[in-house]
């Protein structure tokens, strides 16, 4: 693969760790700050909503900036967010620096993945897309267990600082890696860059973006209490699980992205779907049970971010259909529709917690990925019935052509 997809991987490590991180310091931000763990998982929620605000609206303000000096500036952005984090005295602070970490998480990603594609041949796209999501997934197998214990034996301010300076790694990595002459793509006017949002079909994808990955979010913010809590582990044991499960979604990440190429993104989100909704419900049985959580935990991460690359391989190949000239918008409202789905997720975990238990959380998160494979299967039989309609339009033209 092109150094630059490295470049991008390198960038997502230090984004993913400080995405996920604070899902492992829920309880201790909750017990420093002096608020309660639903609270502390409303960082989750607004870390997602600066990413749902900012991939549409600052990819479009930006899409004249060349990708080089962007990707850079992201970094720097994300950098500084951390570091206001680290020194953040109270939970207003800290969550208004998530809000503007978030910002700099749209932006990268949005346009990350159409450089991914842009980089490989077609049929390669969504292997690109599974790289550069692989350093969210290693993220989750390295930066938030060690994250996490850092922040249990330092004090979560340790954790933030310790990704700004992951940030600046990442930042010298743009700078030497990217090549400065990576085509954007051709500016366009806002008007018809959020013509998107005219798009049914586009609307449709971002729909079951939204379930898809919200549904894993409603228990995974509260994977630690759950472990804590249900399972009975030591606090100091809640980072190795982590690590089990980073190391799960980091396969299932590639496992993924070669199923989108192999099967076509539908019918790999039908798969990937039905595995995690049955894995989410079994969750609700082993979680006593120290050594079959863990196992559930392990079968979850192989699914969990396996949805990914087929998603943003599908919104992708819909754009370049539907709205050629607003590829990278399309692909920025997808991901905000991740992290709407993440923001939904954790606050619904929350009032799930609180109104009917810590336990409520992963049968509510199967049913709602149930729905994000209804919709999907709903999007398969469209996508059959459009191309049903093309080839009868072709057959009528080459026929007509005879006469």
């Not at 929620?45 to 962007?70: D, E």
């Not at 692909?331 to 991740?338: D, M, P, Q, T, W």
């Not at 917690?353 to 729905?371: N, S």
């Amino acid at each position: 693969m092109p150094l630059a997809l490295w470049a991008l991987t390198l960038s997502a490590f230090a984004i993913g760790t400080t995405e996920f991180v604070i899902v492992g310091l829920i309880p201790d931000v909750a017990a420093s700050l002096g608020v309660s763990v639903p609270s502390a998982g409303l960082l989750v929620s607004m870390y997602a909503l600066g990413v749902a605000v900012g991939a549409p609206l600052l990819t479009a303000l930006t899409a004249r900036v060349p990708r080089k000096k962007l990707l850079i500036g992201l970094m720097l952005l994300f950098t500084a967010g951390n570091l206001v984090a680290s020194i953040a005295p109270g939970y207003g602070a800290l969550m208004a620096a998530r809000v503007l970490t978030g910002l700099a998480h749209g932006v990268f990603f949005s346009i990350g993945s159409t450089i991914a594609t842009s980089l490989v041949p077609k049929e390669k796209a969504a292997s690109a897309i599974a790289l550069m999501f692989t350093g969210l997934t290693v993220a989750l197998v390295t930066g938030v267990p060690l994250g996490t214990w850092i922040g249990q034996q330092f004090g979560w301010q340790s954790t933030f600082l310790a990704v700004a300076a992951l940030g600046i790694v990442a930042m010298i990595g743009s700078a030497l890696l990217v090549p400065a002459n990576i085509a954007g793509a051709k500016p366009a006017s806002l008007g018809s860059q959020f013509a998107v949002l005219k798009q049914p079909r586009l609307l449709l994808v971002y729909a079951i973006t939204t379930l898809g990955y919200g549904g894993t979010f409603i228990a995974f913010t509260y994977l630690a209490p759950i472990l804590q809590d249900v399972a009975g582990f030591a606090p100091g044991s809640v980072s190795l699980v982590m690590l089990v499960y980073g190391v799960s979604v980091a396969v299932g990440n590639i496992w993924g992205g070669r199923l989108a190429d192999r099967k076509g993104p539908v019918r790999a989100l039908q798969i990937v779907f039905a595995l995690l909704a049955a894995v989410l419900a079994v969750l609700s049985f082993t979680a006593p049970h120290p050594v079959l959580v863990v196992a559930t935990v392990l079968a979850w991460g192989a699914v969990a971010f396996g949805n990914v690359p087929a998603l943003q391989l599908y919104v992708v190949q819909r754009a370049e259909r539907d709205v050629p000239q607003a590829v990278d918008m399309a692909s920025g409202l997808n991901i905000a529709a991740f992290n709407l789905g993440i923001a939904l997720g954790a606050w619904g975990g929350g009032m799930a917690l609180k109104h009917l238990g810590l336990m409520a959380t992963p049968p509510i998160g199967a049913l709602v990925v149930v729905g994000a494979l209804a919709l999907t299967t709903l999007a398969g039989r469209l996508d059959r019935r459009d191309s049903s309609d093309g080839g009868r339009t072709q057959a009528a033209a080459k026929e007509a052509e005879l006469v």
